[in-house]
């Protein structure tokens, strides 16, 4: 097994594949760092203790759009009873609301 390019040191493992590399190391090593991610090998790039990114050979994932399409079928197909239910109920509570205000003589 090939030995990394950078000193033990700088860099200290934090998963079994992947190396953990400060902003500095980075600064100061960028050609062999860029050199051991040609080979395969993976770094978590950390500031001030927090990481902020990830060197690594693998493309990031694609961002996942929303399936609009779906997502409108999905509520077409909605039980069109329990919808129905719920506006009668709605308009009778507006009934009865509607038959006290006028009692109370605040409607005309």
Known sequence: MEESCLPSASVWRNVPDMKTLT???L???TASV??????GESFEVRRNGRAV?????????PDRKPDWKAHFDRLRKRSIDKDAKII??????????AARE???????
């Open 34 to 39: 860029l050199d051991a991610v040609e080979k």
């Open 53 to 61: 990114g990830y060197l690594t050979q693998t493309a990031p994932a």
């Open 23 to 25: 902003i500095r190391d």
């Open 88 to 97: 009668e109920a709605f308009e009778e509570s507006r009934r009865q609301l």
């Open 102 to 108: 006028r009692a109370l003589g605040n409607l005309r």
């Open 27 to 29: 600064n100061r090593r």
